[in-house]
């Protein structure tokens, strides 16, 4: 029932992006997944990485066969479009094949399998579709968001920005200096954020063909939470960041032409009219709230996943603040986001406790006063940087620290290795 409901609830989500999108002249999430069935999709590797997801409830005879039709098909559409003489313009020329074989599979689940062997196939299938239904779905919420908010709250958040020392404009400037090989290495990290994702939830998930089961919580479902909760947050403090406000990507719309070099003049914030393109997608910062749930569920697996999930948290922090994309103060606000969706989550996974809802409840009150010293104290904070910049890491680290603290009382205790007793020496 639950994830019949789950997935009810998903179902008039999409539907509703679907008609929004449509109110602006432009195809919403279902039309744009509906296309990739034969048209080249946006990201071919997003396609296998969900295929990955929906095979961990196969056996590996049956993994083998289903990549090898997905690679077949690929093959078999990218030789009929070079015969028929179609250029592939946008997009990547392979990724078809993964989707047609998940939609294949839940064909199978409903004509071929019975009872709790078609409800694990199914919920395979419903596990690799959520992952691109949510990067659909996150295209239409940015479009949204453009055509809402027509004011940006940059300089508050820029303002505010003042009282952590500006680090988007340092972390510019470092970026630069690195040249093209280090803005390709952070790009790649910061575009290919879901694969990452995939890595870690198939070590969490690669008992589920054994056990015919799925564990009670993995990252997968945090994933997906922060991606549909966290586009409601940029309705209420639309940010671009500061490549747009204050850099050249802004055209005209930009406040002046400062990133990285100069930060900008503490004055008086105010919203500023900005374009209806350019998505308002910075508070909080989705991408390093991703990264730090990443980085949380790689700390159980083996040393190699767990230095990966270090890389990809520290690259994910440097391209955020690197190529302009999010201030200072909205990377903190995406920590505490993170880690307040994941309480939540483990919290309700285990059964409610006192320990449980005490945290999601300091998250979610730390993030409220986040967001409203932005919007309420920008001034105060630029203006005594040495008293609110340390505030607002000593809150944010407030609420890693009893993050740690309750998810410690929640881990099963080992029990103590008893030593053997003395044993009488014979006569």
Partial sequence: ???????????????????????????????????????????????????????????????????????GIDVALLVVRW??????????????????????????????????????LLKGVGLGLLLVAGRKTGDAWLLVTSKTRPAVFDQYAATAD???????????????????????????????????????????????????????????????????????????????????????????????????????????????????????????????AWATTIFVHSRKGPRILRYAGTFWLVATLGATLGFGYHYGVDLLAGVVFALTVEAALRAFARGWDRAGARLVAQGATVFAVLLASYRCLPMKMAEHPWVFGPLLIAATGSVVVGYLRTTRLWEPASAPVRKPEPQPEPA
């Fill in 1 to 71: 029932m639950l994830w019949a409901a789950a997935g009810a609830v998903a179902l008039g989500f999409l539907v509703s992006l679907e008609i929004a999108a449509r109110h602006y002249g432009l195809p919403g999430p279902i039309t744009n997944q509906a296309k990739e069935v034969i048209f080249p999709p946006k990201s071919g590797f997003l396609l296998y990485a969900s295929l990955a997801l929906t095979m961990v409830v196969l056996t590996w005879r049956q993994r083998f066969i289903a990549l090898g039709v997905a690679v």
């Fill in 83 to 120: 015969a028929a003489g179609i250029r592939i313009t946008e997009g990547h020329p392979f990724g078809n094949g993964a989707l047609w074989v998940i939609l294949g599979q839940a064909v199978i689940a409903v004509t071929r399998r019975t009872g709790r062997e078609r409800v694990l």
């Fill in 162 to 288: 003042h009282a952590l020392g500006n680090p988007s404009w340092v972390a510019g400037r470092i970026v630069r200096a690195t040249g093209p090989i280090g803005g390709h290495v952070l790009d790649y990290v910061y575009i290919q954020l879901a694969v990452a994702a995939v890595v870690v939830a198939m070590y969490q998930l690669r008992n589920v063909a054994a056990e015919r089961r799925f564990p009670r919580h993995h990252l997968v479902r945090t994933f997906l939470v922060i991606g549909l909760l966290g586009p409601a947050v940029y309705m209420v403090f639309p940010v671009v960041g500061p490549v747009f406000a204050y850099g050249a990507e802004g055209g005209n719309w930009a406040v002046a032409n400062l990133w990285p070099d100069t930060p900008p003049p503490i004055n008086a914030p105010h919203p500023i009219p900005f374009d209806e393109i350019t998505p308002r997608n910075c508070m909080p910062s989705l991408h390093t």
